[in-house]
């Protein structure tokens, strides 16, 4: 092993925090918060872990409450969302739920402005990806549907259903990725559903702007989150981030603050539209 590789693991998806070597980086010693996001209301899916995690962990220490989603294969990582959030003094809505449906899309922003009082900023950041398909044959309805639904429908009955709540100098954030730009062949459903967000990000942009709304998304390179042990090979674990021209995986901690820059209407009032690579060296065009 050298200091760019991880050892071989494996977890049953969805994944989980703490059987993972090494722990992820998600902030906890290092993010120091300036108040850039002081008494706003944050909702962010799939927050119990990973870049969600280290997002929520970066905005209470920024100043915001923090609602955020998890599965109920989760609990024990929202738990330990929950209690970073807590010690910053800011609220903490960890709120259970499995977003392949509508209505489960507007319970949960219901909830979120029921308990915050209202919504700031929408981070659409749950996702799916399962690897190890080489050919399109192998692709089962099953899997098509799960990609799709929770990578880009969510993201569409969320944004629908937080737009009535948002008001001028809200952010809208989604989680796209690298795969949009330079896509895996065994990921050929993951990278275009990631493909299509950085489109909506686009077009949400332009709908959304006369109302004062911004509309960003973020594309992570390889980064060291639950996601990859529980859907990638013990073998490209090994390896995982060194095809990177800084040749290694990043720390949810290395993007959560570009998360923070577009949530930021002191930073960020006039991006809008934009696809905020966090890639280690790879072009996001
Ligand atoms: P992660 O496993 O920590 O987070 C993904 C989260 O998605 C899970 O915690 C889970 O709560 C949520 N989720 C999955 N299916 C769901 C469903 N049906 N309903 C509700 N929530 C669901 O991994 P992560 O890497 O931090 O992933 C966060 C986002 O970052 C994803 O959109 C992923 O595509 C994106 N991303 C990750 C990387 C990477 O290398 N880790 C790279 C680029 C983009
Ligand atoms: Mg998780």
């Known amino acids: ?49 990973g870049i969600g995690r280290a997002v929520a962990l970066a905005y209470a220490r920024e100043g915001a409450h923090v609602a955020f989603t998890y599965l109920p294969e989760e609990a024990e990582d929202a738990a330990a969302t929950s209690a970073l959030v807590a ?4 609220e903490a809505v960890a709120i259970e739920a499995d977003l392949r449906d509508s209505a489960t899309c507007d319970r949960v922003v219901a909830q979120t402005v029921s308990e915050l009082g209202g919504l700031d900023i929408l981070v659409n950041n749950a996702g799916y990806q399962r690897a190890r398909t080489e050919n399109i044959e192998d692709l089962t309805d099953e899997r098509i549907e799960r990609t799709f639904t929770t990578n880009l429908s969510a993201l569409f009955w969320l944004t629908r259903a937080a737009v009535k709540h948002l008001g001028p100098g809200a952010s809208i954030i989604n989680n796209s990725s690298i795969q949009a730009f330079d896509p895996s062949t065994t990921l050929l459903d993951y990278a275009a559903t990631k493909a299509a967000i950085n489109n909506a990000t686009i077009n949400l942009a332009a709908q959304l702007g006369p109302r004062g709304i911004r509309v960003n998304a973020v594309a992570p390179g390889p980064i060291w989150t639950p996601l990859q042990p529980a859907t990638q090979t013990p073998e490209k674990i090994e390896k995982f981030g060194q095809d990177t021209p800084l040749g290694r995986a990043g720390q949810p901690a290395e993007v959560a603050p570009a998360f923070v820059f577009l949530a930021s209407q002191a930073d960020a009032s006039f991006v809008s539209g934009t696809v905020l690579g966090v890639t280690g060296g790879k072009g996001v065009f």
């Open 87 to 90: 010690d910053t003094g800011r």
């Open 1 to 49: 092993m050298t200091d760019n590789s991880f050892p071989a693991q494996q977890q049953e998806p969805p994944g989980l925090t703490a059987p993972m070597d090494p722990l992820p980086d998600h902030g906890e010693e290092s993010y120091v918060g300036h108040d850039r996001l002081a008494g706003r209301r944050a909702l962010i899916t799939g927050g119990d872990s």
